[in-house]
């Protein structure tokens, strides 16, 4: 069977459509059967006329990463498409205005600077816009229509998928919209020969049902709710934002209240009043914000209260980058704050697991009655994935407290001790559970003890429950082992683990022997698995967006040996062909 | 904290112990030195939850850190004794997510105008449905005797030995600005009267805030002290409606020992309230 691996850039400044042209690129291409990873970069400036790109990764088989370099670029924009050629590959393919509204100055043009082995197709794309619908602004559907007509892609197909965008828009909006992409097929088809020899003409795929088009920050909030989350409270923070306006949206159709606070701190506060309150409640942010949370981290580990947050993390330190993707907070997600702290740690690795870490992370929170955090990262927030609808979660994922029984209402101790550490808790309300909750170091009844022995006790009672949360951990993502041992192991988390479960694929195919491993799971983390894993690897590459390599000193830490590390803080995502390249070079 | 006397407690526990409303306390007896004005104000609360006849388990009392940061520990009810300047945004959290239960807030003068004073106008904008208690002894307590935002100017303080280079902030005047839609003050010495506004400040829906006047007898020998409360507190001189925000301006200007509700508006829909409208 034919196989189809192509990654598509649209290139325009902002205005120009280029977003939603990837949008509907990407919707059109999952309707029939394809699987898409899309990502889109902006300015972090909302005005102006900053560059705009959407990427979009289209496959026959499974894709775990979004591709780093592209197949064929559509310049929307001379001037930003230029630097955008260094992402085009070796032959590609460039399709752009060949008779702009208004004419380049000198050495603007994006066909000047192309690289003498890419195939370029000129489209007047500003004049068949006019002619379409009597102004530019369809010139990205025009541009649409040219891939369509280069490719072989269904023409009637793709105008339902334009349809379907703009559903809610006024008729004219629509029909701009689906005439301008078919002035730009049939122009194509009439007026361009063909010169490359890429076509979707000759693939079939099997047929699939209907796939949730969604990111990660969707998937965050879609999981919350179907998860019985009943309080968020927030405050705007890029890339996190998004997940705080769908459920300002939904939230107070499923009996829920968001509230929106004057900064994170009031904001983790009152999510761990409402955990208190015995109700599901989260908040989500980034780098900024989960530093401001800090002190409500230590307040919720030491009087086990529940409460979520999903950091998506941005550049940093400090205010960083806030629209560019990296995993620099691990270190703050597992050891932020004082004192021995244990919380747990969880970071979903690709759009679908966003879903199920934060059904995990609500019902590890009310059982374990911690601090769980969820790392996403802008990749995982704002790319978007076809995925099959999520599995909701089952009842007893839904009803996780411990709640007391009658024998412990006789006596009450908020804090007893217990084999695994958790201490059944009686919500306030409950005759006879009452209690004190404190961030001191207490006793079983919640009183404020400073004894040695009280303290030691303690911290062994939250260690512990920390421990127990292991057992219900999902299993770390381990590939097979050609033979006993591999040259090469690759560890990863987060984002980076679909591109390293690649990486490892490919290599494979190319006689080198590897293997993979990564964990949701961070902390606590399955040490275990990870050292029989590393045990049977003879050189271990970590590949992490980071610049210290911060899970390689977790991991040299566990196993106890030097491992290669491979950091990139370039803003992209993790690139399959990156790891690769070093594998190679192992 | 100081160290107190068993013997003083005993007494002190043997003359309370046949009244009805020590139900409220709970086993633990406070730790605060012997003529801490914090007492009174225990007193003051558990005579309110018991004329009211609150049930037990549906009270909620969280504080922050400091002196005041104990009283939960000292309620028979739910308490959560949190962060330094936290009570405020727990208590909000709480309350939208029980709004079932009785939530108070309690706080110090430093927890709730330094450290914690980003809260207080937006809890009071937004009116979430709590009674706020601020212990004002105008000095940091806990942390024995430093300079906190209610210390008059040049007061001497164990953090400025020759006197407070700040001006203090007026409590009251605070709260009306941000909108508290409901604005007292009681006196540390005077039960009775601080039971009336804690209840009255309870029953109201919306964000109550209420200023005690209260000795620190340890850490503040020359100010805020028993004898010159007792010399100076009296009855607020104005209209007992309490439904004009210029005479309730005025009054937090002129009547720094005034003790009564200064403000209350009726109508004001409570953030619970809001919402419900909105989403309906
Ligand atoms: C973040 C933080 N900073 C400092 C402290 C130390 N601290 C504890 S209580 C307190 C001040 C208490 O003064 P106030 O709020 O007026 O309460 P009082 O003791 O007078 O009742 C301070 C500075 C702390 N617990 N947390
Ligand atoms: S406020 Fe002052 S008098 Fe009261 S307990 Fe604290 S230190 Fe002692
Ligand atoms: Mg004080």
Redesign the interface.
């Given at each position: 069977m034919k196989d189809i691996n192509i990654v598509i850039e649209i290139c325009g400044s902002a205005g120009e459509g280029t977003i939603s042209a990837g949008e509907i690129l990407s919707r059109f291409m999952s309707s029939q059967g394809y699987e898409i990873m899309s990502f889109d970069s902006y300015p972090a400036e909302i005005r102006g006329f900053g560059k705009c790109v959407a990427h979009t990764r289209i496959s026959s088989s499974v894709i775990n990463s979004p591709g780093k370099l592209a197949d064929v670029l559509i310049a929307l924009n001379d001037g930003h498409s230029i630097s955008q050629l260094s992402a085009l590959k070796k032959g590609g393919i460039l399709i752009y205005d060949s008779q702009p509204a208004k004419p380049h100055e000198e050495d603007k043009s994006v066909l000047g600077w192309a690289d003498p082995s890419v195939v370029s197709y000129g489209v007047p794309l500003a004049m068949l816009a006019q002619k379409a619908a009597g102004n530019l602004r369809g010139r990205n559907m025009v541009a649409l229509g040219a891939i369509a007509a280069l490719f072989d892609l269904d023409r009637e197909g793709f105008t339902d998928s334009i349809k379907a965008r703009y559903a809610k828009k006024k008729q004219i909006v629509i029909d701009s919209n689906v005439n301008s992409f078919l002035e730009g097929f049939d122009w194509t088809k009439d007026h361009i020969e063909k010169k490359d020899t890429f076509t979707f003409d000759g693939v079939s795929l099997e047929p699939r049902g209907e796939k949730l088009i969604i990111n990660g920050n969707q998937l965050v909030a879609q999981a919350a709710l179907d998860a019985d989350l009943?309080?968020y409270?927030g405050y705007p923070i890029t890339p996190a934002t998004k997940i705080m306006e769908i459920l300002s949206k939904e939230l107070?159709g499923y009996g829920g209240?968001l509230?929106q606070?004057?900064?994170e701190?009031?904001?983790?506060?009152?999510?761990?009043?409402?955990?208190?309150?015995?109700?599901r409640?989260m908040t989500a942010t980034s780098g900024p914000g989960f530093a401001l949370m800090t002190?409500?981290t230590g307040?919720s580990v030491m009087?086990e209260v529940p409460a979520v947050i999903v950091d998506s993390q941005r550049g940093g330190p400090s205010t960083g980058i806030p629209t560019k993707t990296e995993q620099s907070d691990f270190n703050a997600a597992l050891y932020s704050g004082t004192g021995d702290c244990p919380r747990v740690v969880l970071a979903p690795t690709d759009t679908a697991s966003c879903y199920d870490a934060t059904v995990l992370g609500l019902y590890l929170a009310e059982k374990y009655q911690t601090l769980v955090v969820i790392l996403l990262d802008f990749f995982l927030s704002n790319s978007i994935r076809n995925i099959d609808t999520p599995k909701k979660p089952g009842p007893q994922m839904l009803n996780a407290n411990v709640n007391p029984t009658e024998e412990d209402l006789k006596d009450y101790k908020r804090y007893k001790f217990t084999d695994d550490g958790i201490s059944p808790r009686a919500i306030?309300?409950?005759?006879?559970?009452?209690?004190?909750?404190?961030?001191?170091e207490h006793d079983e009844r919640?009183?404020?003890d400073y004894s040695d022995k009280g303290h030691l006790a303690m911290s062994e009672k939250r260690y512990r429950k920390h421990a127990s949360v292991l057992k219900e951990a999902p299993a770390p993502v381990i590939s097979d082992f050609d033979g006993d041992r591999a040259d090469i192991g690759v560890i990863s988390w987060g984002s980076s683990a679909g591109a390293a479960h690649e990486a490892v694929a490919t290599a494979k195919k190319e006689g080198i022997n590897a293997a993979s491993f990564s964990s949701v799971m961070l902390y606590p983390f399955p040490d275990e698995a990870l050292i029989e894993f590393a045990g049977r690897c003879d050189n271990i590459l970590i590949p992490e967006l980071n610049f210290q390599g911060q899970f390689a000193d977790y991991a040299q830490g566990v196993i106890k040996r030097e491992v290669t590390r491979l950091n990139f803080i370039t803003g992209r995502p993790m690139a399959a062909e990156d790891i690769l390249d070093k594998m190679r070079e192992m | 904290m100081v160290e107190i006397q068993s013997k003083y407690l005993d007494e002190k526990l043997d003359q309370v112990r046949a009244m009805d409303f020590l139900q409220y306390r709970s086993g633990d007896l406070p730790t605060w030195c012997p003529g801490c004005g914090y007492f009174g104000i225990m007193d003051a609360f558990y005579k309110a939850c018991r004329q009211m006849e609150l049930k037990h388990e549906n009270i909620c009392t969280v504080s922050g850190i400091g002196c005041s940061g104990r009283t939960p520990i000292f309620i028979n009810s739910y308490g959560f004794h949190t962060l330094h300047g936290r009570s405020i945004p727990v208590a909000s959290g709480l309350k939208l997510a029980r709004p079932d239960l009785t939530v108070f807030a309690v706080a110090g003068d430093g927890d709730a105008l330094g450290i914690g004073g980003g809260h207080l106008p937006h809890v009071a904008r937004k009116n979430i449905d709590i009674t706020f208690i601020l212990f004002d002894n105008s000095i940091y307590g806990l942390t024995k005797g430093q300079s906190s935002s209610t210390t008059p100017y040049e007061m001497k303080t164990n953090s400025h030995p020759v006197g407070n280079p700040d001006s203090p902030l007026n409590p009251i005047r605070l709260a009306l600005s941000y909108g508290a839609s409901f604005v007292a003050r009681g006196y540390a010495g005077d039960p009775e009267g601080m039971k009336e506004v804690i209840m009255e400040g309870t029953k109201h829906p919306g964000f109550s805030f209420i200023q005690i006047l209260t000795p620190c007898v340890t850490f503040d020998k020359s100010n805020r002290t028993w004898k010159n409360l007792k010399e100076n507190v009296h009855p607020l001189r104005m209209s007992p409606e309490a439904d004009n925000m210029e005479t309730a301006m005025r009054a937090a200007e002129n009547q720094p020992f005034g003790v009564g509700v200064f403000f209350k508006d009726k109508d004001r829909r409570s953030y619970q309230d809001i919402l419900d409208g909105l989403n309906a």
């Open positions: 009943k309080f409270a107070p209240t509230l606070t004057e900064d701190i009031s904001a983790i506060g009152a999510v761990v009043g409402a955990g208190y309150g015995g109700i409640a002190e409500f307040l009087a306030p309300g409950t005759p006879g559970g009452i209690s004190f909750y404190t961030g001191l919640g009183r404020p | -």
